[in-house]
């Protein structure tokens, strides 16, 4: 059976808030000892291993620990997800990046007792130099590219929702991706970075359209019609056998919380949905998705890569210069 990789971003709940540019974030409130118990539970259910990337914050806060060492307990792999979560990586220095990666790997060591080899960006935030700090610290893939077009659009809705001036939405500027995102390759290839070469594995969209499929999306289609979004992401393996890509499907903790679980995310799209019915239209999915491939974490997908011969790709990041000007005043509401 054909290979594909499963993986969830971890992203916390203070995360969500400080992008959003919601108060009381600094006092990083967590809900991971009420959603990782969730998502594990319906992971076992269905033999799935995955990889959970991690953000190296969570990982210093003892109130994480628990929920963080039952992740690598129930055999699943960990990534890095970088130190603060911060979308405008891409705009870190070199030392500035080895710092941010360095006390990531410390923390997630410490607190789940294994060293994370591989690594997503924040809201895909990837540089050239990022992935040079990643060949140095030994990492073997990279997992931060989301080729899709719709990446400005989620942009323009993340902005309409926001409380940013304008300072912070310079920083945002290049949140969920350019236009030109959409031209990346779905297939896995190696960044030719001089002397060393990094392994992508890009989260997968849709062959041709580059429409997206991660969970959330799918939920966001099963708000309107359950049967519909099953069918669509049926569809999108289906374009994914035809055309020999390996999907990598992503994962969210809001994947496995409803409104009632979280209130305090309200904001976002899928949140209309209580948690139970949520689970069970995110279960449908993983169900779907490991009939019609073997599912394997990250880590596991870049070992079979690894006597591949795949295709070299030079870094190809706009400069800062060229990076689009956010709009400055938010769309009316309606
Ligand atoms: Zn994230």
């Known amino acids: 059976m054909n290979t594909a ?27 991971l000892d009420r959603m990782v118990p969730l998502a594990l539970r319906c992971l076992e259910e269905r033999d799935l291993q995955i990889t959970f990337f991690i953000v ?11 929920a963080l060492r039952s992740i690598v307990e129930a055999g699943h792999e960990v990534g890095n997800h970088s130190f603060h979560h911060e979308p405008w990586l891409h705009l870190y220095d070199d030392s500035r990046l080895e710092d941010e990666l360095s006390r ?16 997503r960006g924040p809201g895909f ?38 409380k940013l001036d304008a300072e912070e939405k310079k920083r945002r500027a290049k949140l969920f991706g350019s236009v030109k995102d959409g031209l990346r390759p779905l297939k896995p290839y190696r960044w030719e970075l001089g002397e060393r070469r990094m392994l992508e594995i890009p989260v997968t969209t849709m062959p041709v359209s580059k429409a997206p499929f991660h969970v959330s999306y799918l939920l966001f289609l099963s708000m ?72 394997v974490p ?26 689009a000007t956010p709009p400055t005043e938010p769309a009316p509401q309606t």
């Not at 990531?104 to 690594?119: C, L, S, Y």
């Not at 019609?225 to 999108?236: D, K």
């Open 298 to 323: 990250m880590g596991k997908h870049a070992d079979l890569l690894a006597d591949a011969s795949l295709p070299l790709r030079k870094p190809d990041f706009p400069r800062e210069d060229e990076t």
């Open 104 to 119: 990531a790997e410390n923390a997630i060591v410490t607190a789940t007792g294994v060293r994370p080899d591989g690594f």
């Open 224 to 295: 309107r019609s359950h049967l519909a979004a099953c069918a669509y992401f049926r569809l999108a393996l289906g374009m994914c056998r035809l055309t020999g890509v390996q999907p990598s499907l992503l994962l969210h903790p809001l994947d496995f919380l409803g409104g009632d679980d979280c209130p305090e995310l309200a904001f976002f799209p899928a949140m209309g949905v209580d948690g139970e019915a949520k689970r069970r239209w995110t279960g449908d999915y993983l169900d779907i998705y490991r009939k019609a491939f073997h599912v």
């Open 5 to 31: 990789s499963l993986s969830l971003d971890l992203d916390n709940l203070w995360s969500y808030m400080k992008t959003h540019g919601d108060a009381g974030w600094e006092r990083y409130p967590s809900y």
């Open 56 to 66: 190296g914050l969570d990982a210093s806060l003892a109130q994480n620990h628990q």
């Open 125 to 162: 935030s990837l540089s050239e130099t990022t992935l040079r700090v990643l060949a140095r610290r030994g990492y073997r893939y990279d997992a931060s590219t989301f080729p899709t077009y719709l990446g400005p659009l989620a942009r323009a809705y993340y902005f309409w929702t926001a």
